[in-house]
């Protein structure tokens, strides 16, 4: 577990170790605020059971209270059913993706405790703070929320900044830290507009870290910075492709 924030009653942590075979690295995230807790993109089965124990010796099981799915991909959504089941947390998905939930495994009893996210986004209180689900639609699911903590000024950018391959949990140099991020945004992201409007908004937000589902985070206000540039300047998905698949 590595924390990113800790105040008397607000912290910040991850797991970025519970992956494992041939599964694509994934971090776990925790908020946790005045002993109650908020899950973002939980993962698939073979990490709940890692998970669960891991937040279990550390925070009491009945606080966690909320669960956060950025989007409906099985590396953040496939155990849903089991944490569900396992606690009585409140779930949050985009709008478009609730109808494909089920085909999960998520039981008749328990989908009733996952709120629709409105396009507009939603803010949730978690402990005695509220949290916000921003729109970061298109980057890359068509149905996608970023989390922004005003507490501790993290933005969490689930898929977006994702970096593979790299063997440190902690960005230190920006430039030599792009080889592993490149390849993902240019095939995953569908298109340079959605990272505009990106970038466009989340300028408005006092960003401190800057803390993706997949590879590195970035712990500094000023990688931050960088990291947000860099998306300005890049260009991505149908904008890299002719006007017909190759067959
Ligand atoms: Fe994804």
Not at 60 to 88: C, E, R, Y
Not at 112 to 133: A, L, Y
Not at 136 to 149: C, E, I, M
């Amino acid at each position: 577990m590595i924390t990113l924030f800790e105040s008397e009653n607000h912290k910040n942590v991850w797991f970025n170790d519970l992956s494992s075979g041939h599964m694509v690295q994934a971090n776990q995230h925790l908020i946790v605020d005045n002993g109650e807790t908020m899950i973002l993109d939980p993962g698939g089965h073979k990490v709940h059971t890692k998970l669960y124990a891991e937040v279990a010796v550390r925070f009491p099981v009945n606080g966690i209270k909320h669960i956060f799915f950025s989007h409906q991909d099985p590396d953040i959504i496939a155990a849903a059913n089991g944490w569900l089941m396992m606690t009585d947390a409140d779930a949050y998905l985009s709008a478009l993706w609730m109808r494909f939930i089920p085909h999960f495994g998520v039981d008749e009893l328990v989908q009733d405790r996952i709120t629709p996210i409105p396009d507009e986004g939603m803010s949730v209180q978690v402990g005695q703070n509220p949290v916000k689900f921003v729109p970061a639609h298109f980057l890359h699911s068509s149905g996608n929320f970023q989390v922004y903590d005003p507490i501790s000024k993290v933005l969490y950018t689930g898929d977006l900044g994702a970096s593979l391959g790299n063997s440190y949990p902690v960005v230190e140099d920006f430039e030599s830290h792009i080889q592993y991020m490149e390849g993902f945004h240019q095939r995953y992201i569908p298109t340079t507009k959605a990272l505009k409007m990106w970038v466009n908004t989340v300028r408005q937000l006092d960003v401190d870290i800057i803390a993706p589902q997949h590879g590195a985070v970035f712990p500094t206000r000023e990688l931050s910075a960088k990291f947000i540039d860099w998306i300005d300047s890049i260009t991505c998905g149908v904008d890299l492709m002719g006007d017909s698949f190759p067959l």
